[in-house]
């Protein structure tokens, strides 16, 4: 309270987490709705689900979350090869394993291993887990139309000087349409960093990312805008891309991506890749 003298028995140390912790409050309260929200609209009580779904074309996008769900009691499991942000000699390895609640509500971790050259000395270690909740509340296989919604909650990082040392927590919105033999992916989504660091504060940044693929047989070709929003900088990327889905490996799905980076923020080419496996499920 304004006016108020300092309270002796409180030591200095203690007075300024107080104050960090009542400046954020808002940050906190914002990430106290993304919650609520993300978790109100991801429970399946509040949607009826139909007894098909749009047509599955591809397992996963490189930029971005694909609208289909898994299917229940189906696990898939990823992993690939991705160059790193925003320098051009980093590198990382990420692992996704997802699994169907229902044939609309599924959860997923995203474990990833960050490999940095910081000259004279390179740096490698997991980076931030996320763990993420999405549900499909739309899907029409008869207007080719899908919406979903998820919430992600990343843990700070385990290694020094990979990742962030913060809270990660990221509401998100996936819209899908066909337009076949086109088909079209938007994914949107907005995050709050809360850092553990005393001396910084939380930020807020978002992702936007558009796909458009089309199937030929067992491949599919794809293209990708990806633009991530952050506090300075907004790199901006586009990434051609092929699938093959093999007709003698059932459920398997092998990716490649070729990255160009469209501001000074991103990597000028870079490489991804990726292999995606689902086991049981209807």
Same mark, same amino acid.
Request: aromatic letters at 14%; a negative charge.
């Given at each position: 309270?304004?006016? &108020?003298?300092?309270?002796?028995?409180?030591?200095?140390?203690? @007075?300024?987490?107080? #104050?960090?912790? !009542?400046?954020?409050?808002?940050?906190?309260?914002?990430?106290?709705?993304?919650?609520?929200?993300?978790?109100?609209?991801?429970?399946?009580?509040?949607? %009826?689900?139909?007894?098909?779904?749009? =047509?599955?074309?591809?397992?996963?996008? $490189?930029?971005?979350?694909?609208?289909?769900?898994?299917?229940?009691?189906?696990?898939?499991?990823?992993?690939?090869?991705?160059?790193?942000?925003?320098? #051009?000699?980093?590198?990382?390895?990420?692992?996704?394993?997802?699994?169907?609640?229902?044939?609309?509500? &599924?959860?997923?971790?995203?474990?990833?291993?960050? $490999?940095?050259?910081?000259? +004279?000395?390179?740096?490698?270690?997991?980076?931030?887990? =996320?763990?993420?909740?999405?549900?499909?509340?739309?899907?029409? +296989?008869?207007?080719?139309? !899908?919406?979903?919604?998820?919430?992600?909650?990343?843990?700070?990082? *385990?290694?020094?000087?990979?990742?962030?040392? !913060?809270?990660?927590?990221?509401?998100?919105?996936? !819209?899908? /349409?066909? $337009?076949?033999?086109?088909?079209?992916?938007?994914?949107?989504?907005?995050?709050?960093?809360?850092?553990?660091?005393?001396? =910084?504060?939380? /930020?807020?940044?978002?992702?936007?990312?558009? *796909?458009?693929?089309?199937?030929?047989? /067992?491949?599919?070709?794809?293209?990708?805008?990806?633009? %991530?929003?952050?506090?300075?900088?907004? +790199?901006?990327?586009?990434?051609?891309?092929?699938?093959?889905?093999?007709?003698d490996w059932k459920d398997t799905e092998f990716a490649v991506s070729l990255p160009i980076g469209l501001t000074g =923020?991103?990597?000028?080419?870079?490489?991804?890749?990726?292999? @995606?496996?689902?086991?049981?499920?209807?």
């Open positions: 309270m304004q006016g &108020q003298t300092s309270n002796p028995h409180i030591p200095p140390d203690s @007075t300024r987490l107080l #104050t960090s912790y !009542a400046l954020d409050a808002g940050h906190r309260r914002l990430i106290g709705v993304l919650i609520g929200v993300s978790f109100f609209c991801c429970h399946p009580v509040f949607a %009826k689900e139909e007894e098909s779904n749009v =047509e599955r074309i591809v397992e996963e996008l $490189f930029l971005g979350l694909v609208v289909y769900p898994q299917e229940r009691g189906e696990f898939q499991f990823s992993t690939g090869f991705r160059s790193a942000h925003k320098k #051009t000699d980093d590198f990382r390895l990420e692992t996704f394993i997802e699994y169907g609640i229902t044939d609309r509500l &599924q959860i997923a971790a995203e474990f990833p291993v960050d $490999f940095l050259r910081a000259e +004279p000395e390179k740096i490698q270690g997991l980076g931030n887990v =996320e763990l993420e909740t999405y549900y499909n509340f739309y899907n029409n +296989p008869s207007s080719g139309r !899908a919406y979903g919604v998820g919430f992600v909650l990343g843990l700070p990082t *385990a290694t020094p000087e990979v990742g962030e040392r !913060a809270m990660i927590y990221e509401s998100f919105f996936v !819209a899908y /349409q066909e $337009f076949k033999p086109f088909y079209f992916n938007f994914f949107a989504g907005i995050d709050v960093e809360d850092s553990l660091i005393a001396e =910084e504060e939380s /930020q807020v940044g978002g992702d936007i990312a558009l *796909a458009v693929f089309r199937k030929y047989d /067992q491949f599919v070709l794809d293209l990708e805008l990806g633009i %991530k929003i952050e506090e300075g900088e907004t +790199p901006v990327r586009l990434a051609p891309a092929l699938y093959w889905h093999p007709r =923020e991103t990597p000028n080419l870079g490489v991804l890749l990726m292999i @995606t496996k689902e086991f049981g499920g209807g």
